[in-house]
């Protein structure tokens, strides 16, 4: 029994040794971007040459929202990731788990059948949901490595109390979830595995936290209202993206980096690809500190205070985006260069290229010049506003059901 055992845990650890990989950042990060932008042309092209009849430019979606079987290929959406976090893999050979129960009345002991104590689990993991639920969570949900949270097939609703906590662990995918009205977390007892538990104190109130997390995927979700962001990655968190969501009615939207002292953030470095950022938004979509950004083929339709803000020399490679300024005169501008006199900010390397500028905004570039490295990895065939449309169409939470193409 005992050698069987050994030789599962081997034959486990030789399926994932692959994904195990370094969250050192990547040397050449605009090699990554220009690796985005092939991807999103070469679905352009299936599109135009109708290849696929369903394909829309997208090439996360195209990846498999054309499989009708998609219910029964659903670790299939492991190999559809782009950018930074391509390589979160997720629960990928791990047991298909069933959540049957909404509940959450345990956070140091929860029940079989919930989303808590799914989560929690060693072993890889791909989590679904047997129907429709609204999940109210006691204190935050701090999640194991390798897993997926997949809202496919069901409408599934984290509300109401503290959201999704992901701390020094990898391989995490959260796709088609709603994650709106999150609370901050009281100080508690709450497990994070089947062998530890610990105090935690007052969380922040984030809809998704990742803290020291990396190759991290966030795909799919729609998030609004949350008590501090909707998105946050801070304290050396990395290898991460931020696809296909919708966002709306929240103030700070996404915080990527803890702050200006912080360096260990350097390392830090996000896709944020395909997003809508939509009415009741204010601001922070991203505010970046320290670390690479890669803002491609986004949709801004709503801001009230700038789009894009941050401090401590980020570097932003923006391409391809559609900012719709707001009709008050003074919020224009998409940039916001914060806590920095221009003396500063200007040698900062912040950079537009095809970006579609509508109703007076403006994109305040900054830095010495692009690289040719940097001008080739913003290089995208297809014009922006023949894109975000139809690429943006589906952002948000799909209403994905059996039996039929998502």
């Known amino acids: ?235 050396g968190s990395t290898a991460i993206t931020i696809s296909n969501n919708y966002m709306t009615h929240h103030d700070k939207v996404m915080l990527l980096g803890h702050s200006d002292s912080y360096t260990q953030d350097k390392n830090m470095q996000v896709t944020i690809a395909f997003n809508h950022f939509g009415e009741g938004l204010v601001q922070r979509m991203p505010r970046c500190r320290h670390g690479y950004f890669h803002v491609v083929n986004n949709d801004y339709t709503h801001w009230e205070m700038y789009a894009i803000g941050g401090s401590a020399n980020p570097t932003i490679n923006s391409r391809g985006n559609r900012f719709v300024a707001p009709d008050d005169r003074f919020s224009k501008e998409v940039t916001k260069h914060e806590d920095a006199a221009e003396s500063e900010w200007k040698g900062w390397n912040w950079r537009s290229e095809g970006d579609l500028l509508v109703n007076g905004a403006f994109f305040t570039a900054s830095g010495a010049g692009a690289s040719s490295s940097y001008a080739r990895a913003s290089s995208l065939s297809a014009r922006p506003s023949s894109l975000v449309g139809s690429i943006t169409t589906g952002a948000g939470a799909l209403t994905c059901r059996k039996g039929s193409r998502c």
Request: charged share 20%.
């Open 1 to 235: 029994m005992a050698t069987t055992f050994l030789s599962l845990l081997f034959l486990i650890f030789s399926l994932l040794t692959p994904a195990l990989i370094s969250s050192s950042p990547v040397q050449d990060p605009e090699f990554v971007a220009q690796e985005v932008n092939r991807k999103i042309n070469a679905s352009v092209a299936r599109r135009n040459l109708g290849y696929l009849s369903c394909a829309t430019g997208n090439p996360i979606d195209d990846c498999w929202r054309c499989d009708p079987n998609w219910e029964k290929n659903r670790q299939r959406l492991a190999d559809c990731a782009i950018g930074f976090g391509k390589n979160a893999i997720g629960g990928k050979n791990g047991k298909i788990y069933v959540v049957t129960d909404s509940g959450d009345d345990d956070p140091v002991t929860p029940k079989p059948g919930t989303l808590r104590y799914a989560v929690i689990q060693d072993e890889p993991l791909w989590i679904i949901f047997a129907r429709d639920m609204v999940i109210k969570l006691k204190e935050e949900r701090i999640m194991n490595s390798f897993k997926t949270i997949d809202g496919r097939g069901a409408s599934v609703h984290i509300a109401g109390g503290p959201c999704i906590t992901i701390q020094y662990v990898t391989n995490v995918i959260i796709h088609g979830i709603n994650i709106h009205d999150c609370k901050q977390g009281g100080n508690a007892m709450v497990r994070d595995s089947p062998r530890h538990y610990g105090w935690r104190t007052v969380s922040d109130g984030d809809g998704v936290s990742i803290f020291g997390g990396s190759h991290v995927w966030v795909d799919h979700c729609s998030l609004s209202n949350c008590n501090d962001g909707l998105i946050d990655a801070i304290h």
